[in-house]
């Protein structure tokens, strides 16, 4: 007899932005005891591991992995798992930056609004977003949205990078997120190696503005991770707001 539950959601993104045909419809059941040990596996690629779990709990195909996804449509996805898997209470806790107070806060995860694409008009916004012209420099600059996979990439190439060269103190991440944000420059694909140099010599205020308008196509798509509170500190009662965060009460909740 099989206790899983399923339901069906539809993706942020609405399938729109891929280069493969992708159902917007998705139908998730719930996770097994044998998912949840693959979660908790050790792994040098967390995103994949994940991923994996959400590919196999898709009732149905949709065209694409999730792993190959907009992080935003991942996010959701993975929102969703957990609410049809152990419901939609969360509970999460938070520090209120004027009296310093430990706020605790119960979150319904149905109720977090998305930034969907759900008309032609957001559609061709969203296009738009992905060629810039760097403020210095004056190179065009095609970006790419980022995935999960490129998430355990980035987190490879830096450990490989460190284990190889002990001495350097650099923070490698930021390069290799930038390289995993772009898809030409001056509509030429370059190679990694020449992509290394490119970015290596760029000016910081074109760097800049490869982040900011990389941060504006992951912003369209997925869930809104703000988060308002109100103090619960009686001589406080300060509005303000804490991003969403996955902590263990994600795949492991308590009781209330």
Known sequence: ????????????????????????????????????????????????????????????????????????????????????????????????????????MSINLDEIP???????????????????????????????????RDMDAILRESKDFSEKNPDVKLNMEYLYNLQHMIESVDGKRITPVLLDIFLRKLPMADSNAIIKASSKINDKVGIDSVVKNVCTNPRCGAKYNTTFRITTEFFGPTED
Request: aromatic share 10%.
């Open 114 to 148: 998305t930034f969907d694409i759900d008309t032609d008009e957001k559609l061709e916004e969203f296009k738009k977003l992905f060629t810039i012209t760097l403020p210095k420099s004056g190179n065009v600059i095609k970006l790419k949205f980022q995935t999960p």
């Open 1 to 104: 007899m099989s206790y899983t539950i399923a339901e069906i959601f539809t993706l942020p993104s609405r399938g729109k932005i891929y280069n493969v045909p992708v159902s917007e419809q998705v139908k998730l059941r719930s996770m097994t005891l044998e998912e949840e040990m693959q979660r908790l596996s050790n792994t040098e690629t967390p995103y994949k591991t994940l991923c994996d779990i959400i590919d196999a709990c898709m009732v149905e195909p949709i065209g694409i992995s999730s792993y190959d996804m907009h992080l935003g449509d991942y996010q959701f996805l993975l929102h969703r798992l957990r609410v049809v898997t152990y419901g939609s209470s969360y509970n999460m806790s938070s520090i209120c930056p004027i009296c310093g107070r430990q706020n605790k």
